[in-house]
């Protein structure tokens, strides 16, 4: 008989309106977790994080998740594989220069929100913006892994059509609308770029934190800190 180990899916990420059902890291996996934080030459990037300790712990491989979908998922197996908690050992408060250690938590500061796409008018041009495309859409725009960053992919499977003149195209090729943003005027791009930016998910790590000291409060920003979010 071989000696194997089969994990359930016992754990559910929420996500707005989804429900991811997923696995704890394995000790391998656990241990890639932890020498992407200490390593900074590390080869980890967005994807290779995806593939390598994400994807193999959710039951659904074929969900689509936004990149801000994919932080609050690789946060929840970390909860549940190493610690539900942060440390901030030796915070030094920014008023009295007291240093303390924090524990805190994740869930107590961790607030996922959802996207409101709505269409976005620039340069002439209306730009129909929606959730990221399916896996069944991204076949059909023949994406190639590698050609575009992860940021500027994740914007571009936001926009489901372009209006020019009064004519609507959604019957384009990935790389097709790869090039037709690259060749836009700068300002256009990056009036387009900002407004998306605006409307997309967002992950706010925000914690109210009062120094015991001198009793002044802060606001902590621990979307900084690594081991929470890509390594």
């Not at 690789?74 to 250690?101: F, Q």
Request: net charge negative; with cysteine; aromatic share 10%.
């Amino acid at each position: 008989m071989a000696l194997v180990y089969e994990a359930g899916y016992d754990y559910t990420s929420v996500i707005g309106d989804k429900k991811i059902k997923f696995r704890q890291w394995t000790a391998k996996e656990e241990r890639k977790y932890l020498s992407a934080l200490e390593d900074d030459k590390t080869e980890f990037t967005d994807k290779t994080i995806y593939d390598s300790l994400i994807l193999p712990c959710i039951e659904d491989k074929n969900i689509v998740l936004s990149a801000t979908e994919q932080k609050k998922l690789l946060i929840d197996i970390r909860i549940e594989s190493i610690s539900d908690k942060v440390e901030d050992l030796g915070h030094e408060c920014p008023h009295c220069g007291a240093k303390n250690d924090i524990i805190v938590p994740i869930n107590d500061f961790m607030k996922y929100i959802p996207a409101k796409y709505e269409d976005i008018e620039a340069g002439g041009m209306k730009f129909i913006m929606g959730p990221i495309r399916t896996n069944k859409e991204k076949e059909r725009l023949k994406i190639k892994e590698g050609i575009v960053n992860y940021v500027f992919n994740d914007f571009l499977l936001h926009i489901h059509g372009v209006e020019i003149k009064g004519e609507l195209n959604e019957d384009f090729k990935f790389m097709e609308l790869k090039n037709f943003m690259d060749e836009l005027p700068t300002k256009i791009f990056d009036e387009v770029f900002e407004k998306y930016k605006g409307m997309i998910d967002d992950l706010k790590m925000d914690y109210k934190y009062t120094c015991p000291n001198c009793q002044t409060e802060e606001i902590i920003d621990y979307s900084t800190i690594p081991n929470l979010l890509w390594a």
